[in-house]
Nanobody
Framework: QVQLVESGGGLVQAGGSLRLTCVVS????????MGWFRQAPGKERDFVAAVSWSGYRTYYADSVKGRFTISRDNAKNTLYLQMNSLKPEDTALYYCAQGRSITGRANDYDYWGQGTQVTVSS
């Protein structure tokens, strides 16, 4: 049974920072690419960032490039998303996902967490 558990969300003022964490169990973490997606109320789930199994390749949505950093620690089966210079439009439920390719397409990811809420106040 593959499980992905996110944490680290919360309420922060615009310009602030948060670090999201996703702990994965039940599957060889270091063999798979990982991604972060987000979904705001009434909107579709959008790609945020992805990282290759090795951690050497990363890929970002234009809306977060330069502000967010995705990383992973394969020894700890953990994925991270460091979010800086947060904006109110970053408010969403953030999901981590494990997949076969390092892409921005949700269909390329096989397993998903339950999400952690990020709220940015203006």
């Amino acid at each position: 049974q593959v499980q992905l558990v996110e944490s680290g969300g919360g309420l922060v003022q615009a310009g602030g920072s948060l670090r999201l964490t996703c702990v994965v169990s039940g599957r060889t973490f270091s063999s798979y690419n990982m991604g972060w997606f987000r979904q705001a109320p009434g909107k579709e789930r959008d790609f945020v960032a992805a990282v290759s199994w090795s951690g050497y390749r990363t890929y970002y949505a234009d809306s977060v490039k330069g502000r967010f950093t995705i990383s992973r620690d394969n020894a700890k089966n953990t994925l991270y998303l460091q979010m800086n210079s947060l904006k109110p439009e970053d408010t969403a439920l953030y999901y981590c996902a494990q997949g076969r390719s390092i892409t921005g397409r949700a269909n390329d990811y096989d397993y998903w967490g339950q999400g952690t809420q990020v709220t940015v106040s203006s």
